[in-house]
Nanobody, 118 residues
Framework: VQLQAFGGGLVQAGGSLRLSCTASGRTFNVMGWFRQAPGKARQSVSSISGRGGNTYYTESVKGRFTISINDAKNMVFLEMNSLTPEDTAVYYC??????????????WGQGTLVTVSS
């Protein structure tokens, strides 16, 4: 099982980035994005169920970030708009084989760094 995240980079405040994550090796019921800023704990940002019927966003990104999934290709995306310096972090994609509401993110990709300059 392998997850690969990409799409991070440097962007000015107010800008946008799109993160992508590919998962291979098995099918997952829930995929999500987490982030960890320097000196802070890892935080759940957003997650989505396998067919996209359920989504979750942490409060600080609601209305700015959109998660989507290509179930057939086992890919998950995170469209990030109106970025602020507070969004600066390493972003990780993760996957769970358990059902929505009981997800356990046992599978993790490598992080991709998002830096938002003011």
């Amino acid at each position: 099982v392998q997850l690969q995240a990409f799409g991070g980079g440097l962007v000015q405040a107010g800008g946008s980035l799109r993160l992508s994550c590919t998962a291979s090796g098995r099918t997952f019921n829930v995929m999500g994005w987490f982030r960890q800023a320097p000196g802070k704990a890892r935080q759940s940002v957003s997650s989505i169920s396998g067919r996209g019927g359920n989504t979750y966003y942490t409060e600080s990104v609601k209305g700015r970030f959109t998660i989507s999934i290509n179930d057939a290709k086992n890919m998950v995306f995170l469209e990030m708009n109106s970025l602020t310096p507070e969004d600066t972090a390493v972003y990780y994609c993760a996957a769970s084989t358990t059902a929505w509401g009981r997800e356990r993110f046992h599978y993790w990709g490598q992080g991709t760094l998002v830096t938002v300059s003011s």
